[in-house]
């Protein structure tokens, strides 16, 4: 068990095409599979392969429109006492094209944007209506991470999803009741 809770949004994820092919799993089966369990969009990811590998990817264009837009609305909600400090992350996007802030976040990831492969091959997707399975690797974009000890201190990100249970159940006032904790 990992020593953070991390907030990130997937960048990359797939699996080798070896396992794959030991399963039986083919390929058309292997993307609805992956599609339904880990809901790909096709609007944001482009499937792909390389030598080793199927895989699906956040496209550039879903990147290019949506990703500092969304940080920006985002990060005063996870960094709500040093928001200011993301300035600098974001910056880093702007000054970079779409198509190199993959890489960019890989090589000169900060403490509010890198890249985050610690969930590599940590599921699987399933065959539909079969026990099959096979590894899944990912890559996150890692855009808040508490330590177990400073959350239970602080609760940055538990107060995060509180506000994000808020926000989608607004029909319903007791949602602001809600707390995330830990107990015991």
């Known amino acids: 068990m990992g020593q953070y809770l991390a907030v990130g949004l997937m960048a990359v994820c797939g699996s080798e095409k070896a396992n ?3 399963l039986g799993l083919g390929l058309e089966e292997f993307q609805q599979a992956m599609r ?3 809901d790909l969009d096709e ?3 482009a499937f792909k392969e390389n030598d080793k590998s199927y895989y ?4 550039e ?3 290019a429109q949506q990703l500092i837009p969304f940080l920006e609305k985002v990060y005063p909600m996870l960094h709500p006492v040093r928001s200011g400090n993301t300035h600098a992350s974001l910056d880093k996007l702007r000054n970079a094209p779409p ?10 990831g900060d403490e509010y944007l890198q890249m985050d492969n610690y969930g590599d091959f940590a599921s699987y997707v399933h065959a539909p209506g079969t026990q099959r399975r096979a590894r899944v690797f990912s890559s996150s ?3 808040s991470m508490e330590g177990k000890i400073m959350m239970e201190e602080y609760g940055r990100q538990f107060g995060f999803f509180e506000q994000c249970v808020r926000l989608a159940f607004p029909e319903f006032p ?11």
């Open 20 to 22: 794959l092919e030991k």
């Open 141 to 143: 974009i890692m855009i």
């Open 99 to 108: 198509s190199q802030w993959l890489d960019l976040v890989e090589e000169q």
């Open 36 to 38: 339904s369990q880990f």
């Open 56 to 59: 699906f990817e956040l496209k």
């Open 61 to 63: 264009e879903a990147m």
């Open 174 to 184: 007791i949602a602001s009741a809600l707390r995330i904790y830990i107990t015991g």
């Open 43 to 45: 609007a944001l990811y």
